[in-house]
Antibody, heavy 125, light 109 residues
Framework: QVQLVQSGAEVKKPGASVNISCKTS????????MHWVRQAPGQGLEWMGMINPSGGSPTYAQMFQGRVTMTRDTSTNTVYMELSSLRSEDTAVYYC??????????????????WGQGTTVIVSS | EIVLTQSPGTLSLSPGERATLSCRAS???????LAWYQQKPGQAPRPLIY???SRATGIPDRFSGSGSGTDFTLTISRLEPEDFAVYYC??????????FGPGTKVDIK
């Protein structure tokens, strides 16, 4: 079955960077975008960006531009999200999420169908 | 940027009751791009509804979605104990137009 398995929890100091992995299995890796979503403690969901695993080109939410980098490794079917210049407000659970439809689909409805288990990142001095 | 507003913030109901959750967009959106998710504490979100009204795989038919334009509704016809959770609507537009509402918590009265 389709699975997204994320790397483990991280504790970082302000100003550092964090790199989270999302290893995929059970589907054809390069025909689905991958999204990253985060959730601060007690707060709602926030979309960070997405990557096209086929061509590798990412699209980032404006608030993360310049601080986030999304990459992929097609040899291991893994996507990565690096967030730099960490501050306390970046303390959150970070999720990868795969859409319902492939990047070639013309379906009229879509959304985030399969989610990773989440990775907790704590930023503290 | 499309901003989604959800109401009420908290809905206190008893098992067996009907829940009606609202999601309002700051501008008209295609119903194709409106999704709903359920989230329980310590868990990842679970997709419920795509395209405003189509249930995701495995979602029971007590969950239904409706609406168009700027106003959308998620209805749970009869609340089961496992339905008490937080519900988010999402505009799943062409990136970067992907946003979530702030959520509605459905708790036990």
């Amino acid at each position: 079955q389709v699975q997204l398995v994320q790397s483990g929890a991280e504790v970082k100091k302000p100003g550092a960077s964090v790199n989270i992995s999302c290893k995929t299995s059970g589907y054809t890796f390069n025909i689905y975008y991958m999204h990253w979503v985060r959730q601060a403690p007690g707060q709602g969901l926030e979309w960070m960006g997405m990557i096209n695993p086929s061509g590798g080109s990412p699209t980032y939410a404006q608030m993360f531009q310049g601080r986030v980098t999304m990459t992929r490794d097609t040899s291991t079917n893994t996507v990565y999200m690096e967030l730099s210049s960490l501050r306390s407000e970046d303390t959150a659970v970070y999720y990868c999420a795969r859409p319902l439809n492939t990047l070639y689909s013309t379906a009229s409805r879509d959304g985030m169908d399969v989610w990773g288990q989440g990775t907790t990142v704590i930023v503290s001095s | 940027e499309i901003v989604l507003t959800q109401s009420p913030g908290t809905l206190s109901l008893s098992p067996g009751e009907r829940a009606t959750l609202s999601c309002r967009a700051s501008q008209s959106v295609s119903s194709s791009y409106l999704a709903w998710y359920q989230q329980k504490p310590g868990q990842a979100p679970r997709p419920l509804i795509y395209g405003a009204s189509s249930r995701a795989t495995g979602i029971p038919d007590r969950f239904s979605g409706s609406g168009s334009g700027t106003d959308f509704t998620l209805t749970i016809s009869r609340l089961e104990p496992e339905d008490f959770a937080v519900y988010y609507c999402q505009h799943y537009g062409r990136a970067p137009e992907i946003t979530f509402g702030p959520g509605t918590k459905v708790d036990i009265k």
